[in-house]
């Protein structure tokens, strides 16, 4: 497939609970043109929805590219590619996650404080890197999406029951949206 380099992609969001979630992620072979617009097109979708971070199974696209920003300072843009989370390490914090992919759901998710990654820069550089704090928390957060794992599963069963109707409203919403076929 021959693609323009100028071309402008735009995505919309893949909600709870589109079976694209499920699915895990596959390595990007190519850093091409297409992929730097697809990581263009991954902040512009993460800005716009008000995200610090998103995994590109939430745009429908089963690759492994994680975009994210803790700051919103546009000098703090990462972009992940072909992640692979070597260790994790330090205690385990609790801190209240949302995700773009859950609209208004929100649960409090224990991870390590730390966390050190392998990863590919969208020009193909090759980093190892560790976080830790917040961009920690983002980055072990998205990666769960390219294993298919999602806010729900990392929830206490208490959050879980809590959330149970905006969870079966998500559910419904789904399947209305999937019978009226691809009708805008
Ligand atoms: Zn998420």
């Not at 497939?1 to 390595?27: G, H, T």
């Not at 199974?57 to 975009?67: A, D, E, F, K, M």
């Not at 294993?147 to 929830?155: A, I």
């Amino acid at each position: 497939m021959n693609e323009k380099s100028q071309e402008k992609l735009e995505f919309s969001l893949s909600l709870y609970p589109d079976p694209v979630l499920r699915k895990v992620a596959q390595p990007v072979g190519l850093f091409d043109d297409r992929l730097q617009s697809t990581v263009a097109a991954m902040f512009e979708r993460m800005r716009a929805s008000h995200g610090v971070g998103l995994a590109a199974p939430q745009v429908g696209l089963t690759q492994r590219i994680l975009v994210l920003n803790p700051t919103g300072e546009p000098k703090d843009d990462l972009a992940l590619i072909n992640v692979s989370i070597v260790e994790r390490s330090g205690p385990l914090t609790s801190f209240e996650e949302g995700c773009l992919s859950f609209p208004d759901i929100y649960a409090e998710v224990k991870r390590p404080e730390r966390c050190k990654v392998f990863f590919w820069t969208p020009e193909g550089e090759r980093i190892e890197r560790e976080f830790e704090g917040f961009t920690s928390r983002i980055v072990q957060h998205e990666y769960d999406h390219l294993e298919g794992v999602l806010l729900v599963d990392r929830m206490s069963p208490a959050d879980k029951a809590r959330h149970k109707p905006a969870l079966a409203a998500l559910i419904e919403r789904y399947k209305s949206r999937a019978l009226s076929g691809s009708r805008k």
